[in-house]
């Protein structure tokens, strides 16, 4: 299967055709920044690929670790994403405040900035000799006087209203102190698949007149928002200690273990030149088998929780080098009733259209093809079917490592939006 960036574009004009009608007639879609009610981890624009931001610790990066910095602290946030084209455009980028649900505070832009909200990105460049030219962007993202969480908001030609995409990030004031714990489910069925997260937010730092009002905390499992467990209720206050206790007492608040994450590999991928320019290579992934019928077993390779990152053992200046193919992924399977995807941070664990898998009959499996720039990637096999559980093709276990965030935020009575103030990362069954 072979994509060329003329098919891109095309397909990318008959999308703003369709976008341009549905605003008129129905205003079912509607990409204003201004009109966006919660912000999350989204692509607008097909041209956009590879968004991603990070932190900077000691001149130290880990592309895989979570968009979360302490305020207080010299770490540093960037932003990094490549545009499929040929030219450079004027690509803006503007911070939005916001609560721990991700909708606007009522914070003004000056209670969080010193400066004017509008920022060009002028570090960028080409892509060096691959068969698809794209453009590469970095930007660092400036110092706040406010913690929270921001929306990053990237846009084309100081028009808000064309937004690129959209993309999370946490700054924390770290006046609380966590302490978690790992533990069985108290039910018979989820003893073997679920993972139970006990926690204690100790908040003495800050001045709470009602805790359970004031204080919420968010559990994220592999940075993952689209299964958070939000706004738990905690189960004991002491105020005399001033700490909450958080101990899930139904599987309502636990967590499904899942399996150790697939993998896909592209860092040894050789590209031929022939052929016309702009093609994008096609590789195709041995078939994958159902694993939830097999005990668990722990995996020989480094698994990412997830994530993914780019490289590519071949040239050097990875970020530049790296091309960009479609990746065809198959799952050896009978036809189910309902619906199958291909989830993992690299495409923001989206459950829609474009990581929907499609049945062939006369192979027997289910296929789709990604667009991927090399690197090494995570990914699970999701399914939403009524007879079947998520896991169906991944099974669920207690025993499987992985990497939990928690946070909690402060918002005192009269208070204008949600602030973080506490954060906490740790691994399980490492």
Same mark, same amino acid.
């Given at each position: 299967?072979?994509?060329?960036?003329?098919?891109?574009?095309?397909?990318?004009?008959?999308?703003?055709?369709?976008?341009?009608?549905?605003?008129?007639?129905?205003?079912?879609?509607?990409?204003?920044?201004?009109?966006?009610?919660?912000?999350?981890?989204k692509i607008y624009d097909s041209k956009i690929r590879t968004a991603n931001i990070y932190a900077v610790q000691n001149n130290v990066f880990n592309?895989?670790?979570?968009?979360?910095?302490?305020?207080?602290?010299?770490?540093?946030?960037?932003?990094?994403?490549?545009?499929?084209?040929?030219?450079?455009?004027? @690509?803006?980028?503007?911070?939005?405040?916001?609560?721990?649900?991700?909708?606007?505070?009522?914070?003004?832009?000056?209670?969080?900035?010193?400066?004017?909200?509008?920022?060009?990105?002028?570090?960028?460049?080409?892509?060096?000799?691959?068969?698809?030219?794209?453009?590469?962007?970095?930007?660092?993202?400036?110092?706040?006087?406010?913690?929270?969480?921001?929306?990053?908001?990237?846009?084309?030609?100081?028009?808000?209203?064309?937004?690129?995409?959209?993309?999370?990030?946490?700054?924390?004031?770290?006046?609380?102190?966590?302490?978690?714990?790992?533990?069985?489910?108290?039910?018979?069925?989820?003893?073997?698949?679920?993972?139970?997260?006990?926690?204690?937010?100790?908040?003495?730092?800050l001045n709470v007149q009602n805790p359970a009002n004031e204080l919420k905390t968010i559990v994220l499992q592999n940075q993952r928002w689209d299964?958070?467990?939000?706004?738990?209720?905690?189960?004991?206050?002491?105020?005399?200690?001033?700490?909450?206790?958080?101990?899930?007492?139904?599987?309502?608040?636990?967590?499904?273990?899942?399996?150790?994450?697939?993998?896909?590999?592209?860092?040894?991928?050789?590209?031929?030149?022939?052929?016309?320019?702009?093609?994008?290579?096609?590789?195709?992934? @041995?078939?994958?088998?159902?694993?939830?019928?097999?005990?668990?077993?722990?995996?020989?390779?480094?698994?990412?929780?997830?994530?993914?990152?780019?490289?590519?053992?071949?040239?050097?200046?990875?970020?530049?080098?790296?091309?960009?193919?479609?990746?065809?992924?198959?799952?050896?399977?009978?036809?189910?009733?309902?619906?199958?995807?291909?989830?993992?941070?690299?495409?923001?664990?989206?459950?829609?259209?474009?990581?929907?898998?499609?049945?062939?009959?006369?192979?027997?499996?289910?296929?789709?093809?990604?667009?991927?720039?090399?690197?090494?990637?995570?990914?699970?096999?999701?399914?939403?079917?009524?007879?079947?559980?998520?896991?169906?093709?991944?099974?669920?276990?207690?025993?499987?490592?992985?990497?939990?965030?928690?946070?909690?935020?402060?918002?005192?009575?009269?208070?204008?939006?949600?602030?973080?103030?506490?954060?906490?990362?740790?691994?399980?069954?490492?």
């Amino acid at each position: 299967m072979v994509v060329t960036l003329k098919q891109i574009y095309n397909t990318i004009s008959s999308n703003h055709l369709i976008l341009l009608i549905l605003i008129i007639f129905s205003q079912a879609l509607n990409l204003s920044g201004s009109e966006i009610k919660v912000y999350e981890n989204k692509i607008y624009d097909s041209k956009i690929r590879t968004a991603n931001i990070y932190a900077v610790q000691n001149n130290v990066f880990n592309p895989t670790a979570p968009p979360v910095i302490n305020i207080n602290s010299r770490s540093k946030l960037y932003l990094e994403f490549d545009e499929l084209t040929y030219d450079a455009g004027y @690509l803006y980028v503007k911070l939005i405040h916001c609560n721990a649900d991700w909708t606007s505070s009522d914070f003004f832009e000056r209670d969080y900035l010193n400066q004017y909200n509008e920022w060009l990105i002028e570090d960028f460049d080409f892509s060096l000799n691959t068969k698809a030219p794209y453009v590469h962007y970095r930007f660092e993202l400036p110092r706040v006087k406010l913690p929270g969480n921001y929306a990053v908001i990237v846009y084309r030609d100081q028009d808000p209203d064309e937004i690129l995409f959209t993309h999370r990030c946490i700054i924390y004031d770290e006046k609380t102190s966590i302490g978690a714990s790992l533990e069985r489910s108290n039910s018979v069925v989820g003893r073997a698949k679920n993972q139970r997260l006990n926690y204690i937010v100790s908040y003495g730092g800050l001045n709470v007149q009602n805790p359970a009002n004031e204080l919420k905390t968010i559990v994220l499992q592999n940075q993952r928002w689209d299964n958070m467990k939000y706004n738990i209720s905690p189960t004991f206050i002491n105020e005399n200690a001033k700490q909450l206790r958080f101990e899930s007492i139904d599987e309502k608040n636990e967590f499904l273990g899942w399996n150790e994450f697939r993998f896909i590999d592209l860092r040894g991928l050789q590209v031929t030149h022939d052929g016309p320019e702009g093609e994008f290579p096609s590789v195709r992934l @041995l078939p994958a088998e159902r694993r939830s019928n097999s005990a668990y077993a722990r995996p020989v390779y480094d698994d990412l929780d997830g994530q993914f990152y780019i490289s590519n053992s071949l040239r050097d200046e990875t970020s530049l080098t790296s091309e960009y193919a479609e990746t065809v992924v198959t799952l050896k399977s009978n036809k189910i009733n309902g619906k199958v995807y291909i989830i993992g941070a690299f495409n923001y664990w989206k459950k829609d259209q474009s990581s929907e898998m499609i049945y062939n009959s006369e192979k027997g499996v289910y296929e789709t093809s990604v667009l991927l720039k090399q690197g090494r990637y995570n990914y699970l096999f999701y399914v939403e079917d009524k007879e079947k559980p998520s896991y169906y093709y991944e099974g669920s276990f207690f025993d499987t490592e992985n990497d939990y965030q928690i946070l909690v935020y402060h918002r005192p009575p009269g208070g204008r939006g949600d602030l973080p103030v506490g954060y906490q990362s740790f691994k399980v069954n490492n």
